[in-house]
């Protein structure tokens, strides 16, 4: 059986994912992003700061979200020990 391919691997130290290591992950950090810099050209300029930190809160739970699922399982790292 082939092991998963994940597409954003864990840290070596503490939790969480480090840079992707597929294309996939790449693309979803690339858009991430770019929509994060559209909703700091549309948004900010008429001055509506909670709805910009709400958007950006809303992304950052979505790539979250899409890291734990094609990311490697998280858990506390010391590194190579």
Do not use: N, S
Request: with cysteine; hydrophobic share 55%; charged share 10%.
């Amino acid at each position: 059986m082939a092991a998963p391919h994940y597409w954003f691997p864990a840290k070596r130290y503490g939790w969480g994912w480090g840079p992707p290591r597929a294309w996939q992950g790449w693309l979803v950090l690339a858009a991430f992003v770019a929509l994060l810099a559209l909703g700091a050209i549309v948004i900010l300029p008429t001055r509506q700061l909670v709805c910009f930190v709400a958007y950006a809160a809303v992304l950052c739970a979505t790539l979250v979200a899409v890291c734990y699922l094609k990311g490697e399982p998280p858990r506390w790292r010391w590194g190579k020990k």
